[in-house]
Nanobody
Framework: QVQLVESGGGLAQVGGSLRLSCAASGFTFSSQAMSWARQAPGKGLEWVSGIYSDGSDTYYADSVKGRFTISRDNAKNTVYLQMNSLKPEDTAVYYC???????WGQGTQITVSS
């Protein structure tokens, strides 16, 4: 059974930082690309970032480029999202996802307040 469990969400101030983690199980993590997506209140899903199975390549949405960093530790079956210089528009529920198998975590709320 595939499980993706996000952690690290919460409240941050504008300009602050948070680090999300996603612990994966139930599939061969090291062979799968992984992604982070988010959904802000009243808006559609936005793909935020992605990373190849071996970490050799990454993707960022323009809205987070230069501020967010995705990484992974295949030994720990975990993917991370380091979020710096947070803005109010980063407020959303953040989801960890396997974009190939279309598995999703339960989501974690990020609220950025000024």
């Amino acid at each position: 059974q595939v499980q993706l469990v996000e952690s690290g969400g919460g409240l941050a101030q504008v300009g602050g930082s948070l680090r999300l983690s996603c612990a994966a199980s139930g599939f061969t993590f090291s062979s799968q690309a992984m992604s982070w997506a988010r959904q802000a209140p009243g808006k559609g899903l936005e793909w935020v970032s992605g990373i190849y199975s071996d970490g050799s390549d990454t993707y960022y949405a323009d809205s987070v480029k230069g501020r967010f960093t995705i990484s992974r530790d295949n030994a720990k079956n975990t993917v991370y999202l380091q979020m710096n210089s947070l803005k109010p528009e980063d407020t959303a529920v953040y989801y960890c996802a396997n974009p190939i198998l279309w598995d999703w975590g339960q989501g974690t709320q990020i609220t950025v307040s000024s």
